[in-house]
């Protein structure tokens, strides 16, 4: 599995790529752990998870799966553990955080010009097809089929030789505009599914639309902002983030990305209080 599917627990469609339980847990190791020092007390963790609607032995069984997995360091502190992001946890949680919680934040200008791939690799190999569709779908490149991918961020281009050189992969790069024959936006039709995303989009407005900030509880926030970051988190990887010239008209994508901003902004002040206070409770006096 790719770095990039394991910090989002969601394949390149938006299913499930681990267990619902490991997912949220990664949520809150980005969300909470990551920024207080990279370790919590169990009891910490566990209490976050009930309140998500994951029960206790659930969430003790995916911290020892991601401790096998190489994740989480555990250390025994009396009759209590503490469990530590390792070196590769916290690079990529980090990697992703940055884009996550940045993601559709601001407008960029596009000069008109696209970075094109040719880059082929054989039927018959499909592990190396599903890598390659996988970690230029991260970077936000869309497909023509046989084998041409395009971006119109010439960013980018750096991103897919670094990703293709690493698997091997034989490719060519080049810029263009588009001429007389043709547009801009009907090459997006054809290597973008925007209907269906103008969907999640959508559907994730009407499932926060009953979130106002204003949590009943601490506790209560950490469950709402978990929430929230868990169902925001697959946009970077489903949305090529493409300039605004080149999407339909009253596209939900701004909109969203405006209402998860508020949202976190508000939950996150009481949420780190209750979890602030909690690690505070649980560890020892000197």
Same mark, same amino acid.
């Given at each position: /599995?790719l770095?990039?599917?394991?910090? #989002? +627990?969601?394949n390149?469609d938006g299913?499930? =790529?681990?267990?619902?339980?490991?997912a949220? #847990?990664?949520?809150? !190791?980005?969300?909470?752990? %990551?920024?207080?020092?990279?370790s *919590?007390?169990?009891?910490?963790?566990?209490?976050?998870a009930?309140?998500?609607g994951i029960?206790?032995?659930a969430?003790r069984?995916? !911290?020892?799966r991601m401790?096998?997995?190489?994740?989480?360091?555990?250390?025994?502190?009396?009759?209590? &553990? @503490?469990?530590?992001?390792?070196?590769y946890?916290?690079?990529v949680?980090?990697?992703g955080?940055?884009r996550?919680?940045s993601?559709?934040?601001t407008t960029?200008?596009?000069?008109?010009?696209?970075?094109v !791939?040719l880059?082929?690799v054989?039927?018959r190999?499909?592990h190396?097809?599903?890598? /390659?569709a996988?970690?230029? $779908?991260?970077?936000?490149?869309?497909?023509? $089929?046989?084998? &041409?991918w395009?971006?119109?961020? %010439?960013?980018?281009?750096?991103?897919?030789?670094?990703?293709l050189?690493?698997?091997?992969?034989e *490719?060519?790069?080049f810029? =263009?505009?588009?001429?007389?024959?043709?547009?801009? &936006?009907g090459?997006? =039709?054809?290597?973008?599914d925007?209907?269906?995303?103008?969907?999640?989009?959508?559907r994730?407005?009407?499932?926060?639309?009953?979130?106002d $900030?204003q949590?009943?509880?601490?506790?209560?926030?950490?469950a709402?902002? &978990? +929430?929230l970051?868990?169902q925001?988190?697959?946009?970077?990887?489903?949305d090529?983030d493409?300039?605004?010239? !080149? #999407?339909p008209?009253?596209w939900?994508?701004?909109a969203a990305?405006? @209402?998860?901003g508020e949202?976190?902004?508000?939950?996150? $002040?009481?949420? /780190?209080?209750?979890?602030?206070a909690t690690?505070?409770e %649980?560890?020892?006096?000197?």
């Amino acid at each position: /599995m790719l770095a990039h599917e394991q910090l #989002l +627990g969601t394949n390149r469609d938006g299913s499930a =790529a681990v267990d619902s339980s490991r997912a949220l #847990l990664l949520t809150l !190791l980005g969300e909470f752990v %990551l920024p207080m020092g990279g370790s *919590a007390w169990t009891k910490t963790i566990v209490a976050a998870a009930e309140s998500l609607g994951i029960r206790d032995k659930a969430a003790r069984q995916a !911290l020892a799966r991601m401790d096998e997995g190489g994740w989480l360091d555990r250390t025994k502190v009396g009759r209590q &553990t @503490r469990w530590s992001l390792s070196p590769y946890a916290r690079t990529v949680l980090e990697s992703g955080a940055e884009r996550i919680y940045s993601f559709g934040a601001t407008t960029r200008q596009w000069d008109g010009r696209w970075i094109v !791939l040719l880059a082929s690799v054989p039927e018959r190999d499909r592990h190396l097809r599903y890598a /390659m569709a996988n970690g230029l $779908g991260w970077a936000g490149f869309g497909t023509l $089929g046989n084998g &041409t991918w395009l971006s119109p961020w %010439l960013g980018q281009e750096g991103t897919a030789v670094e990703l293709l050189n690493g698997l091997g992969v034989e *490719a060519t790069s080049f810029r =263009a505009e588009v001429g007389n024959l043709g547009s801009p &936006t009907g090459l997006v =039709a054809q290597a973008w599914d925007l209907p269906e995303l103008r969907h999640a989009y959508t559907r994730f407005l009407t499932d926060v639309d009953l979130l106002d $900030g204003q949590s009943s509880s601490d506790l209560a926030a950490v469950a709402e902002l &978990t +929430g929230l970051v868990h169902q925001w988190r697959r946009f970077p990887l489903l949305d090529p983030d493409l300039p605004a010239e !080149l #999407l339909p008209a009253s596209w939900p994508g701004v909109a969203a990305a405006q @209402r998860f901003g508020e949202l976190r902004a508000r939950l996150r $002040g009481p949420a /780190m209080a209750w979890w602030e206070a909690t690690e505070a409770e %649980l560890t020892p006096g000197d």
